[in-house]
């Protein structure tokens, strides 16, 4: 985050996981706008990530991982806390990290 001063504005784009994943193709569009990327076409782009997910990705799901130790747990909510706050994921962050603390 602290690099984020030096990356000349209209060069990054920020969004959560759950706004690609909710809506991939108003996702793209919200990346080509904030870039000032021309050409962007919602219903062809739409066709083709639907394309691309059912073809290349059949039956994907999202990835799921066993739970971390509570140390490490709580070391990575320490270290990414400014990440969590920024896209609206404290709160699961938290939730998290306090039941990983009460063994479950």
Do not use: C, K
Not at 49 to 71: E, K, S, V, W
Request: hydrophobic share 40%.
């Amino acid at each position: 985050m602290s690099d984020r001063p030096t990356v000349p504005r209209g060069n990054l784009v920020e969004m959560s996981y759950s706004e690609l994943a909710a809506d991939p193709a108003a996702a793209v569009r919200r990346v080509y706008s904030e870039l000032g990327v021309p050409g962007f076409d919602e219903r062809r782009m739409a066709d083709r990530i639907q394309d691309y997910l059912a073809g290349r990705m059949p039956g994907y799901r999202t990835n799921a991982f066993p739970p971390l130790p509570p140390r490490l747990l709580r070391a990575v909510a320490e270290r990414w806390r400014p990440y969590a706050v920024q896209f609206g994921y404290a709160e699961e962050l938290d939730a998290a990290v306090a039941a990983a603390e009460q063994g479950g």
